[in-house]
């Protein structure tokens, strides 16, 4: 729970405030961006929630917050956000909340369906938090955890513990030391089924990958996200950890594939047509080789 304490002097006055051990992941801004928003390096609450449904989405941000920094001078029922997660976007496509700190509070989803289908799978790992474990289980559960690259990791292995899931990760990124049951070793795309082609994007680091989802909704993980300050999708120059050339190289690669929907674990979700996706991927990857 967060520490009144150390209450940030730039929350306005009121009920919901954030205190000084918020690490700016940016979460709370995009779950509730009526209550909550940037100030420096932290986010503060600049506006107190008036309505039920802003106080749910306040909670929600509480909830899903991977360092407890926000906190409340007046008692709620924590079920209102905690009961919100997982929390549908689009279709059978779900954000899972419980952001782990781990993971600077990166972004998990659950995309749920039918075993004869393949069954569910789990994009990076959230917090292994039991309200949410249960409400997974209630939901059928994780067959395969799709991991993007080794910073969102989190708690893969208790859920792989908890669910028997199959894991999948590329070599590069520790697969084999993490003990992933399926370990992606060259950087050409993998059909894991029907539905979902695993592509291998090298750059941020040397064994990220994304996951295509029926053409449609692509998990980019840390290669590729939406800038709502910038209004364009985007790859991070100032965090790529491994190679920005062979990044761009990865990002010319998508070229090859549909999608509407792009879903990062940092960044802004985005959902658009084909063809106007198609378009921003041209201006990212303008963009990325100016800045090689
Ligand atoms: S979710 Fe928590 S850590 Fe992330 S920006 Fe908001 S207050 Fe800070």
New binding site residues.
């Given amino acids: 729970m967060a520490n009144p304490t150390l209450r940030l002097p730039e929350n306005v006055a009121g009920d919901f405030y954030?205190d000084s051990t918020?690490?700016?992941?940016?979460?709370?801004?995009q779950i509730a961006p009526e209550t909550?928003s940037e100030d420096g390096d932290?986010?503060i609450v600049h506006h107190q929630p008036g309505t039920a449904e802003g106080i749910r989405r306040a909670m929600m941000?509480l909830v899903?917050?991977?360092?407890a920094?926000?906190g409340t001078t007046e008692h709620h029922d924590a079920h209102i956000g905690i009961d919100a997660f997982p929390s549908l976007i689009a279709e059978n496509i779900y954000y899972c909340g419980f952001n782990a700190e781990s993971s600077f509070?990166a972004w998990s989803y659950l995309i749920t369906r039918p075993e004869s289908d393949g069954g569910n799978v789990l994009i990076d790992s959230p917090r292994f938090a039991t309200q949410l474990v249960k409400k997974i289980d209630g939901m059928g559960g994780v067959r395969t955890m799709f991991l993007t690259h080794k910073d969102d990791v989190a708690d893969h292995d208790r859920f792989a513990d908890r669910f028997g899931c199959e894991r999948v990760m590329h070599a590069d990124d520790g697969a084999t030391r993490l003990g992933m049951e399926r370990v992606i070793r060259s950087n050409e795309p993998v059909r894991l089924d029907e539905d979902l082609t695993v592509i291998p994007v090298p750059g941020h680091t040397r064994g990220h990958m994304v996951l295509l989802y029926q053409n449609k909704f692509l998990f980019t993980g840390d290669h590729l996200a939406w800038s709502p300050n910038r209004q364009t999708l985007i790859a991070f120059r100032s965090a790529c950890w491994y190679s920005w050339p062979e990044q761009i190289k990865s990002m010319e690669k998508l070229r090859d594939y549909t999608f509407e929907w792009v879903l990062p674990g940092h960044g802004r979700i985005h959902h658009d047509s084909a063809a106007n996706m198609r378009a921003q991927l041209e201006a990212c990857i303008e963009w990325m080789k100016k800045r090689a």
């Fill in positions: 954030v918020c690490i700016d992941c940016d979460a709370c801004r909550f932290y986010s941000a899903a917050c991977p360092t920094s926000i509070g």
